[in-house]
Nanobody
Framework: QVQLVESGGGLVQAGGSLRLSCAFSGRTFTTYTMAWFRQAPGKEREFVAGISRGGASKYYADAVKGRFTISRDNAKTTVYLQMNSLKPEDTAVYYC????????????????WGQGTQVTVSS
């Protein structure tokens, strides 16, 4: 069974930065593609960024391109989301996700979810 534990969320002013981390355990990390999703109050959970098993291929939602960067450290079995130039509309609970198949996973594709970490951006 895979466990995903997110950390790094918090309150930040607009224009600021945060770095989210997701620690993976329970299976072979390099078997899984990884992604970040987010869910704002009253909205559906949405894809933010995904990364391939080796880290060479990365994918982003249009809303975060140029501001967010996903990365992974396979030696540390951890995936990161560096978030810069944050906007109030980035406020959401951010979830780490693991899938055996594709880094552009949809909600229904996800094999394992983390518990989520709150990110709040004040204006």
């Amino acid at each position: 069974q895979v466990q995903l534990v997110e950390s790094g969320g918090g309150l930040v002013q607009a224009g600021g930065s945060l770095r989210l981390s997701c620690a993976f355990s329970g299976r072979t990390f390099t078997t899984y593609t990884m992604a970040w999703f987010r869910q704002a109050p009253g909205k559906e959970r949405e894809f933010v960024a995904g990364i391939s098993r080796g880290g060479a291929s990365k994918y982003y939602a249009d809303a975060v391109k140029g501001r967010f960067t996903i990365s992974r450290d396979n030696a540390k079995t951890t995936v990161y989301l560096q978030m810069n130039s944050l906007k109030p509309e980035d406020t959401a609970v951010y979830y780490c996700a693991a899938d055996l198949t594709t880094p552009t996973m949809t909600v229904s594709d996800v094999d394992y979810w983390g518990q989520g970490t709150q990110v709040t951006v004040s204006s």
